[in-house]
């Protein structure tokens, strides 16, 4: 029988294969699924096709070597898959002297961000965090996939075989929750 998702606990239990037991199979399997989606990633973002095909190996070797840090209470695979990704990629634009793509501009004749702004946006990104902790599990979990995995829900569906209608029905409930918790606050 074939190294799947669905034959195992699902990535995570993949994942915990590799860390455990340094599995080849399972490690094949995540290779199989997430290599083409950090390369789209990648592509996405604005890296040429090379060198995302390159970062991706990178990506999924790293994923071999650093096994050992995956901790599936603080993380899912996705998550954590696409955090090195993102890592990779804001080193290769160092690297290559390149701006990166978020770079973002703040406007005015100054170079430093007003302090009050940069305050303003820590605590909103600690608002967000805590509103996303206080999500139920499930639906938190679909808004990692869709926002932080960079997932599609029709991926989403594939990858949980849960119907397509309960994906899109837990993320917009977890966007109601989120928007309402950020406005009330």
Request: hydrophobic letters at 45%; charged letters at 30%.
């Amino acid at each position: 029988m074939a190294v799947t998702a669905e034959t195992g606990d699902g990535w995570a239990g993949l994942m915990t294969a590799v860390r455990d037991r340094q599995d080849r199979a399972a490690f094949a399997a995540l290779f199989r699924h997430f290599a083409p989606r950090v390369k789209a990633f990648l592509i996405k973002s604005g890296t040429d096709a090379a060198q995302a095909e390159e970062c991706a190996q990178d990506v999924m070797a790293t994923l071999w070597q650093k096994a050992h840090l995956f901790d599936p209470a603080r993380a899912s695979v996705a998550t954590w898959v696409f955090t090195i990704a993102r890592n990779r990629r804001i080193d290769m634009a160092r690297r290559d002297r390149r701006p990166e793509p978020e770079t973002l501009v703040w406007g005015g004749d100054s170079i430093e961000p007003d302090q009050a702004e940069v305050y303003e946006v820590a605590q909103e990104s600690r608002r967000l965090a805590a509103a996303l902790s206080d999500l139920p599990e499930k639906q938190r979990t679909m808004i990692q996939r869709a926002f932080y995995g960079d997932l599609t829900h029709s991926e989403i569906a594939a990858e949980t075989g849960l119907p397509l209608g309960t994906i899109k029905s837990r993320i917009r409930l977890a966007l109601d929750r989120l928007r309402a918790r950020m406005t009330d606050e």
